[in-house]
């Protein structure tokens, strides 16, 4: 299963979700949605996606509109971790992995 997560700046939770579940045998990628992010969010990464993982429901929208094709062929998923975390803090991944097991 290819899973993409998807926050703001592509820094902090995006990538944090993405080794969490790189390790648990997932391929995963990550995106940030902000034009200064350095791993910006492209068509082709939701295309390799099976699931698209967004952080907060301001990304989710952010797809929905500029990408609209992409939206309707891929599953978004919301888990409402907000931008207050450093990359791989532990109380973020606990979050993560908790919203996760209700997309997995």
């Known amino acids: 299963m290819n899973i993409l997560f998807v926050c703001t700046a592509g820094q902090q939770r995006s990538p944090t979700g993405a080794e969490l579940y790189e390790t648990k045998g997932y391929n995963t990628d990550f995106a940030g ?6 791993r ?3 068509e082709d990464k939701m295309q390799w996606a099976d699931t698209i993982v967004a ?3 301001m990304h989710r929208q ?7 094709e992409q939206a309707d062929e891929n599953e978004i998923n919301v888990l409402n971790i907000p931008d207050v975390y450093y ?3 532990p109380e973020l991944q606990h979050r993560i992995q908790n919203s996760m097991d209700d997309v997995l």
């Open 33 to 38: 949605i902000h034009g200064m992010s350095g």
């Open 55 to 57: 952080m907060e429901e």
């Open 62 to 68: 952010y797809i929905v509109q500029n990408y609209p």
């Open 40 to 42: 910006a969010l492209t």
């Open 87 to 89: 990359r791989n803090d």
